[in-house]
């Protein structure tokens, strides 16, 4: 079919089509992943990828807590172990050395890292290390204390097991990984070379290993789930829950955005308002079960014409939607908005009470604003693309009515 046309002027050539908009893809990965279910602390490969982004950028301030938590530790047994309890003169020395030259070192390592790559991997690596390193020095003052006769408490390390597995934001299985190598070697320094019986400080260690073990699994099973419920309730609040595509408040969100992206960045685009023909007569003979099925075939169809990072795609209400194409010239924007016709028609959705077509079609108001107008209200604009709608459907429907934003269509 042909295109009715108000207001042409030469083209401004462009080219490419562009990247996913919003669609329902998101909502159903999560929702069968809350069905499934997450014993494992695993999700689905793309939801887990997008879990690790979330807990490298939400973890700053439970792992700052946990930094801040072993310089004061370090720092206090400093100031106390002498006078309060009662660390022999002749193992300060040592004690010291380690305190100053390896664990407050690797601490400031792990407070700089929070500061200035918080959201990075070797973050994530750097926290791993501190728990290896302050448990490596317990456990070597620990024997350096035995054979002097003085004993060091090894529920010390079962403490900073029990920091690292609720503070850490480090993955369940890796900390789990760390913590069996940590204590394997605990085993080890504690038959091999601590001379004194430590029967029971083992035995109260491992308690608190479990107790550890038992809060980190809980935590981060916690963390998904509340992750996984917030990522529903945000891309649920945003999409229409028939079509999956952007709902009316959203689209007014990406429209604003658009706008004040176009303005700033002196941009053309696009909008197009499309409206299914005669779909209450669809309704009325089909009934509005298929007419939801309806529905979402054009609302699929439509989706995959607004595949550009800055392009979006929603319902606008009822049977009617919305386009929009960024940075795109006019007749791009012609070729692109005919093609949505033609989509929907070649889709061959029956509809037998058309004026039209034996097929579900579509009407389209197409208006171009160019990078002059761009400081133009979204209402004017959208006021344009109603007109064309309006005048397409007046001219004998499923066909594209087009027109480029000038001085006459602003707001007086």
Same mark, same amino acid.
Request: glycine share 6%; proline share 3%; aromatic share 10%.
């Given at each position: 079919?042909?295109?009715?046309?108000?207001?042409?002027?030469?083209?401004?050539?462009?080219?490419?089509?562009?990247?996913?908009?919003?669609? &329902? =893809?998101?909502?159903?990965?999560?929702?069968?992943?809350?069905?499934?279910?997450?014993?494992?602390?695993?999700?689905?490969? /793309?939801?887990?990828?997008?879990?690790?982004?979330? *807990?490298?950028?939400?973890?700053?301030?439970?792992?700052?807590?946990?930094?801040?938590?072993?310089?004061?530790?370090?720092?206090?047994?400093? +100031?106390?172990?002498? /006078?309060?309890?009662?660390?022999?003169?002749?193992?300060? &020395?040592?004690? %010291?050395?380690?305190?100053?030259?390896?664990?407050?070192?690797?601490?400031?390592?792990? +407070?700089?890292?929070?500061? %200035?790559?918080?959201?990075?991997?070797?973050?994530? @690596?750097?926290? =791993?290390? @501190?728990?290896?390193?302050?448990?490596?020095?317990?456990?070597?003052?620990?024997?350096?204390?035995?054979?002097?006769?003085?004993?060091?408490?090894?529920? *010390?390390?079962?403490? =900073?097991?029990?920091?690292?597995?609720?503070?850490?934001?480090?993955?369940?299985?890796?900390?789990?990984?760390?913590?069996?190598?940590?204590?394997?070697?605990?085993?080890?320094?504690?038959?091999?070379?601590?001379?004194?019986?430590?029967?029971?400080?083992?035995?109260?260690?491992?308690?608190?290993?479990?107790?550890?073990?038992?809060?980190?699994?809980?935590?981060?099973?916690?963390?998904?789930?509340?992750?996984?419920?917030?990522?529903?309730?945000?891309?649920?609040?945003? +999409?229409?829950? @028939?079509?999956? @595509?952007?709902? %009316?408040?959203?689209?007014?969100?990406?429209?604003?955005?658009?706008?004040?992206?176009?303005?700033? $960045?002196?941009?053309?685009?696009?909008?197009?308002?499309?409206?299914?023909?005669?779909?209450?007569?669809?309704?009325?003979?089909?009934?509005?079960?298929?007419?939801?099925? =309806? *529905?979402?075939?054009?609302?699929?169809?439509?989706?995959?014409?607004?595949?550009?990072?800055?392009?979006?795609?929603?319902?606008?209400?009822?049977?009617?939607?919305?386009?929009?194409?960024?940075?795109?010239?006019?007749?791009?924007?012609?070729?692109?908005?005919?093609?949505?016709?033609?989509?929907?028609?070649?889709?061959?959705? /029956?509809?037998?009470?058309?004026?039209?077509?034996?097929?579900?079609?579509?009407?389209?108001?197409?208006?171009?604003?160019?990078?002059?107008?761009?400081?133009?209200?979204?209402?004017?604009?959208?006021?344009?693309?109603?007109?064309?709608?309006? $005048?397409?459907?007046?001219?004998? %429907?499923?066909?594209? &009515?087009?027109?480029?934003?000038?001085?006459?269509?602003? /707001?007086?």
């Amino acid at each position: 079919m042909k295109s009715s046309t108000t207001d042409m002027d030469s083209p401004n050539a462009g080219a490419g089509q562009g990247s996913d908009t919003a669609d &329902g =893809a998101p909502t159903r990965r999560i929702q069968r992943q809350i069905d499934r279910g997450f014993v494992r602390l695993y999700f689905a490969r /793309p939801l887990e990828h997008d879990f690790h982004d979330y *807990l490298r950028h939400s973890s700053r301030l439970s792992r700052a807590s946990l930094i801040f938590l072993s310089l004061i530790g370090v720092f206090s047994c400093a +100031l106390i172990d002498v /006078p309060w309890l009662g660390l022999p003169y002749e193992l300060v &020395g040592v004690t %010291r050395f380690i305190q100053f030259s390896v664990m407050i070192p690797m601490t400031l390592v792990c +407070l700089y890292l929070c500061l %200035r790559r918080p959201t990075s991997t070797v973050m994530e @690596l750097g926290m =791993a290390l @501190l728990f290896v390193v302050i448990s490596a020095s317990f456990l070597g003052l620990r024997v350096v204390y035995a054979r002097a006769g003085f004993e060091l408490p090894l529920e *010390l390390i079962g403490v =900073a097991a029990v920091a690292m597995l609720c503070l850490s934001r480090i993955r369940f299985w890796l900390q789990l990984a760390l913590l069996a190598f940590v204590m394997t070697k605990v085993f080890m320094v504690e038959a091999w070379f601590v001379p004194i019986d430590g029967a029971y400080d083992i035995y109260t260690t491992a308690l608190l290993v479990v107790v550890a073990v038992i809060a980190g699994y809980s935590s981060e099973y916690t963390i998904r789930a509340t992750w996984l419920n917030a990522s529903l309730l945000r891309y649920t609040s945003r +999409l229409d829950r @028939l079509t999956g @595509l952007l709902n %009316r408040h959203a689209l007014e969100t990406a429209l604003s955005h658009a706008h004040d992206y176009a303005r700033r $960045e002196h941009k053309s685009y696009a909008v197009a308002m499309i409206d299914i023909d005669a779909f209450g007569a669809y309704n009325n003979y089909y009934g509005h079960q298929h007419g939801d099925v =309806a *529905l979402q075939q054009v609302a699929d169809a439509l989706a995959n014409h607004a595949r550009r990072p800055l392009d979006f795609c929603g319902r606008y209400g009822g049977e009617e939607f919305l386009l929009l194409w960024m940075d795109c010239g006019c007749e791009q924007a012609r070729t692109l908005a005919e093609s949505v016709r033609e989509v929907v028609e070649h889709a061959q959705i /029956p509809h037998a009470h058309s004026p039209v077509a034996e097929w579900v079609t579509v009407s389209v108001g197409l208006c171009h604003v160019d990078a002059e107008f761009a400081e133009a209200p979204t209402d004017a604009v959208l006021r344009e693309a109603d007109r064309m709608l309006y $005048e397409a459907k007046a001219n004998g %429907r499923n066909q594209v &009515g087009y027109t480029r934003f000038t001085d006459d269509a602003l /707001p007086v």
